[in-house]
Nanobody, 116 residues
Framework: QVQLVESGGGLVQPGGSLRLSCAAS????????MGWYRQAPGKQRELVAD???????NYADSVKGRFTISSDNAKNMVYLQMNSLKPEDTAVYYC??????????WGQGTQVTVSS
């Protein structure tokens, strides 16, 4: 069995920072890609950032220069450092893992609210 668990969400003022964490467990081989997605009310779920096992990163245009994705392969962890947060960043943030020969699995999500 496989499990992805997010943590670190919360309420923050505009311009503030949060760091999200995602821990993978249960099937730790052939995990090739991990990423962060978000979904705001009334909007489609969208890719925020992802990172390969080789450390190659990809970001949505809306977060470039503000967010940083990183990973610790030995710990099967992925992180999202979010700086200069804006109200439009408010969403439920989901961690996703992609396994070769196994497909995609999602975490339960963590709420990020940016408001004054």
């Amino acid at each position: 069995q496989v499990q992805l668990v997010e943590s670190g969400g919360g309420l923050v003022q505009p311009g503030g920072s949060l760091r999200l964490s995602c821990a993978a467990s249960g099937r730790l081989f052939n995990l090739n890609l991990m990423g962060w997605y978000r979904q705001a009310p009334g909007k489609q779920r969208e890719l925020v950032a992802d990172i390969t096992i080789n450390g190659r990163t990809n970001y949505a245009d809306s977060v470039k220069g503000r967010f940083t994705i990183s990973s610790d392969n030995a710990k099967n962890m992925v992180y999202l450092q979010m700086n200069s947060l804006k109200p439009e960043d408010t969403a439920v943030y989901y961690c996703k893992g992609t396994w070769y020969g196994f497909g995609d699995r999602w975490g339960q999500g963590t709420q990020v609210t940016v408001s004054s």
